[in-house]
């Protein structure tokens, strides 16, 4: 050793070098600390970014951002909104019942036609049967046939049983109401005004009442239904003419039979 570097190992303390050598370490680690944890901004940003997304985070953070690398918000515009929620959520199942289908009506046959037709069947049948002058078939009116059956013909006088002979009359009622189970039949019994008092008849009202039930009854024994068929006397009460002769009472003794049809309920 020189005579010079002997002088400055003397001079100089021997704790100088190590500590030296100790700033220097320490300055190396601190410098390679920070190196290893600096980051790029962007890069921190972006992967915060995408962390945000995967969590489905849309306001607050797990991890806050500088006001500088924070996305701006984006407002969804309302009507936007109220758009997709009408097409995220399907609308209500409406089920249409079915309408009735209906079969197109028959063209109805006018009433007056039909009463028509069946008061000129009846003319021909009587006329075929040669009593057209002790049978009067008025025109339909109001929904009615009125036939009119000279009293004279069906019974003798102050009797209610019906001549025999005369049955055939009945009986073409009879067929007609069977032809037409739509029509039902008002049977109505008249007298002339001159009365009548005996045992069984004690006046014109029971005489009218029980002729017209007598012949009720020959309609019902040859199978109508009792329900189709009325029988009402009404004595002297509905004269067609006045009584002032024999003739105008004979034509007042009478038996009427009013077919109608009957109303669908």
Not at 64 to 72: G, T
């Amino acid at each position: 050793m020189s005579a010079r570097r002997q002088i400055i190992a003397e001079t100089e303390p021997g704790w100088i070098v190590t500590y030296a050598d100790l700033m220097t370490l320490l300055l190396v680690f601190f410098v390679l600390l920070f190196s290893i944890s600096t980051v790029k901004k962007e890069q921190f940003a972006s992967t915060i970014r995408s962390f945000q997304l995967a969590i489905g985070d849309t306001g607050g953070s797990l991890i806050p951002l500088p006001e500088e690398l924070r996305a701006p918000a984006t407002e969804v515009p309302d009507t936007l909104e109220q758009n997709n929620a009408d097409q995220l959520v399907p609308p209500d199942l409406v089920v249409q019942e079915q309408e009735e289908v209906k079969l197109p009506e028959m063209p109805e046959v006018d009433k007056d036609e039909e009463l028509v037709y069946l008061s000129n069947s009846l003319k021909d049948v009587f006329s075929s049967m040669g009593v057209t002058e002790a049978v009067d078939i008025g025109e339909p009116r109001d929904g009615k046939i009125r036939i009119r059956v000279k009293g004279s013909v069906l019974f003798e006088s102050g009797d209610a049983a019906f001549k025999r002979q005369m049955m055939p009359i009945l009986d073409a009622l009879l067929d007609k109401l069977e032809q037409n189970p739509e029509y039902k039949m008002g049977i109505q019994g008249h007298t002339d005004n001159i009365p009548i008092e005996t045992t069984r008849f004690p006046s014109n009202w029971e005489l009218s009442a029980i002729r017209a039930t007598t012949v009720l009854r020959y309609l019902v024994r040859g199978g109508i239904d009792p329900e189709r068929v009325t029988a009402t006397g009404y004595g002297d009460a509905l004269p067609i003419v006045s009584n002032d002769s024999a003739q105008q009472r004979a034509e007042n003794r009478r038996i009427e039979f009013v077919l109608e049809k009957v109303s669908k309920p």
